[in-house]
């Protein structure tokens, strides 16, 4: 499903564009909804052969993983060649990280796991030991998960990038610290902030394409744009479509 996406522009506001021929599709947050993100591809494939640009690019936001029970199937359709678009850009989200550091410390296994990472385990078959001391249970689901982990799924996770830009249009997870260049930007703030950079009215530079925080419908500020509409539980995840200064939405 294809809309118009006008938000609230007004004529003394700016307008920001994507790189000339180039037609650029942004996925949000996903959350191991695997059925979600075959509807999505289909939907960015038709429209690709409708509108034929010179350059088609995908953006994938972050949080490919945790909440939804498909994880493990999300990233074996990233790593699998999933899309005929050439150009398709992965970035690094917040549940991804902390994927990655329980790999190396299990001792923020209690933490992930009650922000989802127990629908991952599911998703690869790691149950949770009857061993009498907890650190030991962690410990064990660790190396379980470091035995089932496809290598392909591991070199995914440990090459996704935190920032892209394209025109006047930068891309993060979360968001970026206001009045800090985008350059000088810290992991934690691009893969965790939300109040002080959805709330600020600061010219950025760009227009900053996040997911990270839900909201019903994408959210378009004059110096942001939000697309993370829950799809774990709404059933809707969101793409929006950038070329030259228009905007537009795919929604399963």
């Known amino acids: 499903m294809l809309s118009r996406l006008f938000g609230s522009r007004t004529p003394k506001e700016r307008t920001f564009r994507a790189p000339a021929g ?3 599709y942004v996925v949000g947050d996903i959350h ?5 993100l075959r509807a999505i591809h289909r939907q960015i494939l038709d429209d690709v052969e409708r509108t034929r640009p010179d350059r088609p690019v995908v953006v994938y936001l972050g949080d490919y993983i945790d909440r939804g029970e498909q994880t493990r199937q999300v990233l074996d359709i990233l790593t699998g060649q999933p899309i005929d678009i050439a150009e398709r850009v992965h970035l690094l989200g917040n549940h991804e990280e902390f994927m990655l550091t329980f790999l190396k410390d299990s001792t923020v296994g209690d933490l992930w796991l009650k922000n989802g990472g127990d629908a991952t385990m599911f998703s690869y078959g ?5 061993l ?13 998960l470091i035995a089932t982990l496809p290598d392909s799924h591991l070199a995914f996770l440990q090459n996704l990038t ?3 830009v394209e025109g006047d249009y930068v891309f993060v997870h979360a968001g970026i610290k206001p009045g800090c260049p985008i350059d000088d930007q810290v992991a934690d703030d691009l893969l965790w902030i939300r109040g002080e950079f959805l709330e600020s009215r600061a010219d950025h530079g760009k227009c900053v394409v996040h997911g990270h925080t839900i909201t019903d419908e994408v959210e378009t500020r004059p110096n942001r744009i939000g697309i993370d509409t829950g799809a774990y539980f709404s059933g809707r995840l969101t793409c929006l479509v950038l070329d030259g200064d228009s905007r537009s939405v795919l929604h399963t």
């Open 162 to 164: 935190l920032t892209h």
């Open 32 to 36: 191991g909804r695997a059925d979600l």
């Open 22 to 24: 180039t037609r650029i």
């Open 126 to 130: 790691v149950g949770f030991p009857k």
């Open 132 to 144: 009498p001391d907890r650190a030991e249970r962690f410990r064990q689901m660790r190396d379980d």
